[in-house]
């Protein structure tokens, strides 16, 4: 991890109208993201983590620009993404790929794994011949695992935790800078799941890769981060390196998810955990003032009246929230 | 009658399903036992058995799958050659289960206070105005807010949690001497699925009812089980109870799975990984299922199945290397 910021968000906003019918004009609006800034440090794994619902993903999807922000700005590298023409906002893409959850929805089942591998490539002309294209797939497949006799496969053929491999594959194949894993061994048993979190483990030291991690498994999150980005209905509630943030909160609700987390130690059970009541409530009507308030055991009048800031409390350690000073 | 400490009690059990390609023995020869007023967590990964066990439990195993060998005895009466009207009866009043997705196991077009009234009236002899009184009554002690104007509330009205509460509600309403939940918090996220087993955890102690646990997250086992059962491809590789089960694992599938979990202490080292793949049902290696994905494999493991073997306290394994025969040689 270097100091250099490769992707500074400021404060971005994300609102979704939503309709009650077809036939209506949009009445009500989802706050999918709400006035969040951050930055992602070149060579880091960053997570976000928080419940559904929450936001993670259509900040992984703005961060990429696949769907433009109401407000605010994502700068990647030193350009801001939103005031790019459409062509060099293109060329810069080559330098972000994403990584989905579902490795059955992701592959396209009437390819084969080649001209899945090969589209980023053949989409950007990298290669003048197919030969060379279809060797530079057969060498991106050995690197995730994947035999390169099976290239002419088809999706169909291979299992969830291959199947992933694929994906990752193709995410590799412009070697690019950042990549945003939205929930990418969610879908995976636990010992297919170490397997791919092992591969990209090895990929980011190998190819100096910049992940932003989007994950509601906080313990995957607690093995592969650096840094740790906690999110509840479309803010930030705390930012801090993963040692920091796991074992000592700040927020309020980081202590709850962290303490709600299932652990595999019979002996650590506990009869009477701290649980959060209630709901997660609606990103449609979120609460007023904290977002949290509603949910939260301290809150206090202030809390429902006046909406915190994210404010540093110690070096590179920020949180949302009236109580931490 | 005659006296069972076991309130359920699985022997031999065999499922296979007759598909186009060929016989698929997604349960093959279980035996599982779950005492009166306890928790027993079935765990294994997707593809093992786990559900198609549950299901077979219940007679919910649909066309081409079939019961080929085994008896499920519950109280000691066989379940398993029992006619679909029998097990009506014995289906949501003795015996009930959870489903892992409480969207589609809900019936979107009746209200939820509807479909947990009709499982008392199936039941028990009550009026409706009765069945209505106590499905509110149900409804307060999962924990459901306003439960009468929740009564007339639809699935979709509700948030997944409060659907899963719905579903446990139903489920325990007619007070079951066994539930079955199957994968009962995966769609649900942490602090829902904390509030959900603890609310299990409650229901059982206050209620005494037995609840068989199938799950893939041995974090919700740890949490809830009292005993362990770990399934690979159809069979059952391991049960201990389950602090010894999380302490000493012995067979080295389970073994496996414990050490694949990220470790919560944050160290950065590799993780332990399973080499290889769940085998195809249809084309089971020779020998011990796990063979080609194990550490420890030995020659006789590609040639012969191994038994469960008795560890002492309860503690069974298949697996060779605790078969004082084949190891002392």
């Known amino acids: ?61 703005l961060i990429l620009n696949l769907i433009e922000p109401t407000a605010g700005s994502v700068t990647f590298d030193g350009q801001n993404m ?7 906002l293109r060329q810069l893409r080559r330098q972000m790929q994403l990584i989905f959850q579902d490795p059955y929805a992701s592959l396209n089942p009437r390819w084969s794994i080649r001209d899945i591998v090969a589209e980023p490539l053949e989409t950007f002309h990298v290669y003048k011949t197919k030969a060379e294209t279809t060797k530079r797939v057969e060498e991106l497949l050995k690197t995730c695992g994947i035999r390169p006799e099976f290239i002419n496969r ?8 291959q199947r992933q491999r694929v994906g990752i594959a193709r995410a590799l194949a412009l070697n690019p800078r950042l990549i945003v894993c939205d929930e990418p ?33 906080l313990s995957v999150v607690r093995y592969l981060s650096d840094r740790v980005c906690v999110m509840f209905l479309g803010k930030i509630c705390e930012i801090g390196t993963t040692k920091d943030v796991y074992e000592s909160p700040l927020h309020p609700y980081t202590r709850f998810l962290l303490e709600a987390v299932p652990k595999p130690d019979p002996t650590k059970r506990k009869e009477d955990k701290d649980m959060l009541i209630g709901e997660i409530p609606s990103p449609v009507n979120p609460p007023s003032g904290c977002r949290f308030h509603t949910r939260c055991p301290f809150a206090t009048e202030q809390c429902s009246k006046e909406e915190p800031v994210l404010h540093e409390v110690s070096a590179g350690r920020m949180a949302a929230c009236h109580l931490v000073k | 009658m005659e006296q069972h400490t076991d309130l359920l009690e699985i022997r031999g059990l065999k499922t296979h399903f007759f598909t186009k390609q060929g016989e698929v023995p997604a349960v093959d020869g279980v035996d599982i036992a779950i005492p009166q007023k306890s928790i027993v967590g079935l765990v294994g990964e997707s593809g093992c058995g786990k559900s198609v066990t549950a299901m077979s ?36 009043k003795d015996i009930s289960m959870i489903f892992q997705e409480p969207m589609t196991s809900l019936n979107p077009v009746y209200t939820i206070g509807r479909q947990v009234s009709e499982a008392i009236l199936l039941h028990q ?23 009468e104007k929740r009564y007339s509330s639809y699935p979709h009205q509700l948030s997944g949690g409060l659907r899963q509460r719905v579903m446990i509600g139903m489920a325990m309403v007619c007070n079951p001497q066994l539930m079955i939940a199957d994968e009962p918090t995966t769609a649900l996220d942490v602090t829902i699925e904390a509030q959900i087993l603890h609310l299990m955890r409650q229901l059982q102690s206050e209620q ?49 799975l414990l050490n694949s979990i990220p470790d919560t202490s944050g160290t950065k080292s590799r993780l ?16 011990c299922r796990f063979c080609p994905r194990c550490e420890k494999a030995m020659k006789i493991c590609t040639m012969q199945e191994p038994e469960l073997q008795d560890l002492g306290n309860g503690h069974q394994a298949r697996c060779f290397l605790f078969d004082k025969e084949v190891m002392g040689k």
């Not at chain 2, 009026?127 to 499905?135: C, G, P």
């Not at chain 2, 332990?272 to 020998?287: A, E, Q, S």
């Open chain 1, 1 to 61: 991890m270097s100091d250099k910021k490769l992707v500074e968000v400021r404060n971005l906003v994300k609102e979704f109208k939503v309709s009650s019918s077809m036939w209506k004009k949009s009445t009500s609006v989802v706050h999918a993201v709400s006035d969040v800034t951050f930055d992602i440090y070149q060579g880091e794994t960053l997570a976000l983590v928080g419940e559904s619902g929450c936001g993670k993903s259509t900040l992984g999807r």
């Open chain 1, 82 to 88: 939103q005031k790019l023409k459409p062509e060099d």
């Open chain 1, 154 to 161: 088809y999706p169909h053929q291979f299992s969830g935790g």
């Open chain 1, 185 to 217: 061994v969610s879908a995976l048993d636990v010992s297919i799941q170490a397997q791919v979190l092992n591969l990209l483990g090895d990929l980011q030291q190998e190819m100096d890769l910049t992940y932003l991690f989007i994950s509601h498994d």
């Open chain 2, 57 to 92: 439990i219940m007679h919910l195993v649909q066309h081409p799958g079939r019961i080929v060998a085994g008896q499920v005895l519950f109280n000691g009466d066989d379940l398993a050659v029992k006619s679909i009207r029998e097990m009506n009866k014995i289906r949501g």
């Open chain 2, 125 to 147: 002899n009550v009026s409706k105005a009765e069945a209505k009184e106590r499905t509110i009554e149900i409804f307060r002690k999962v924990g459901i807010p306003e439960p």
């Open chain 2, 208 to 256: 005494g009812t037995s609840i068989l646990m199938i799950t893939h997250n041995l974090g919700v086992v740890a949490e809830l089980c009292d005993e362990v059962y770990v399934m690979y491809a159809g069979k059952v590789m391991e049960h201990a109870d389950v602090n010894e089960l999380f302490a000493h694992p012995q067979h080295p599938y389970t073994f496996g």
């Open chain 2, 272 to 287: 332990y990984t399973i080499r290889g793949m769940v085998p195809n049902l249809l084309k089971l290696p020779k020998g």
